[in-house]
């Protein structure tokens, strides 16, 4: 029997984490949404690293659920339709420095009624796409002078 709930358990916590990966100059969205018509609008926080029992403590971007109230950075974005509780957090121009955990964490009220979800984004290098330049068809051609023979 007490095999079964470790079992339980360890299959909750393996769920509450989720691995994205981006490419150094792209945009990553990192999903995170409510049920806005059954909970109305709710304040929502993003934050780096694991969300701490109350509210975010390195936190990243904040709504109110109407409206974003802070940003720490103009990279991060609430892209998501906020009226749906679409909370997903888009960051812009991807560096390797964004690597690492991400957590969102939706506040409902009631104690320990959160919403948390955490996310492990891992950034590559983006692949190098080969350059080619096509002649300029736009430059005028420079009229040769005729020979002798020519005329």
């Not at 509210?55 to 906020?82: F, H, P, W």
């Not at 749906?84 to 888009?90: E, Y």
Request: with cysteine.
């Amino acid at each position: 029997m007490k095999v079964v709930l470790l079992l339980a358990l360890l299959t909750v916590c393996e769920c509450d984490g989720s691995r994205v990966k981006g490419h150094t100059g792209q945009d990553v969205t990192l999903p995170c949404k409510y049920d806005r018509k059954y909970h109305g609008a709710l304040s929502a926080c993003w934050q780096r690293g694991e969300i701490p029992t109350r509210g975010c403590s390195n936190q990243l971007i904040s709504t109110d659920g109407l409206r974003v109230l802070t940003r720490a950075s103009s990279r991060y974005e609430l892209l998501g339709r906020l009226e749906d509780g679409d909370v997903s957090l888009t960051i812009m121009n991807l560096t390797e420095g964004d690597a690492g955990r991400y957590g969102c964490r939706v506040e409902i009220p009631g104690p320990f009624n959160d919403e948390k979800h955490h996310f492990d984004l891992s950034v590559v290098t983006a692949p190098q796409t080969p350059t080619w330049t096509a002649p300029n068809s736009e430059t005028p051609t420079e009229p040769t002078a005729a020979s002798e023979g020519d005329l």
